[in-house]
């Protein structure tokens, strides 16, 4: 078994910055596993936003977040990061922590978190 546990979000106002954490664990967990950052907004789908191979192989949505967010793990501490600048009030979700021992990128990941809310203000 994996538990992902995310932590960082908050309030922030429109043009702040917040970090986000998402530190793995269980028996099952390796750092050789693929991670990633999704996030669901009110009323929408559960969106990609970047994901992490344990060589550091990055992916990112092409989308609104490529160069201002920033994804990074450390293996040594079974952490995961996403470094959020210059955010906006439609990056407002539930963001969430996912990882799997096969998949990588966009796809299929096999463990979740319980997620983090980020909010932010105009």
């Known amino acids: 078994q994996v538990q992902l546990v995310e932590s960082g979000g908050g309030l922030v106002q429109a043009g702040g910055s917040l970090r986000l954490s998402c530190v793995a664990s269980?028996?099952?967990?390796?750092?050789?596993?693929?991670m990633a950052w999704f996030r669901q907004a009110p009323g929408k789908e559960r969106e990609f936003v970047a994901a992490?191979?344990?060589?550091?192989?990055?992916?990112y949505d092409a989308g609104s977040v490529k160069g201002r967010f920033t994804i990074s793990r450390d293996n040594a501490k079974n952490t995961m990061y996403l470094q959020m600048n210059s955010l906006k009030p439609e990056d407002t979700a539930l963001y969430y922590c996912?990882?799997?021992?096969?998949?990588?990128?966009?796809?299929?990941?096999?463990?979740w978190g319980q997620g983090t809310q980020v909010t932010v203000s105009s």
């Open positions: 996912a990882a799997d021992p096969l998949t990588a990128g966009r796809g299929n990941y096999r463990y």
């Open positions: 269980g028996r099952a967990f390796s750092s050789s596993y693929s």
């Open positions: 992490i191979t344990w060589r550091s192989t990055i992916t």
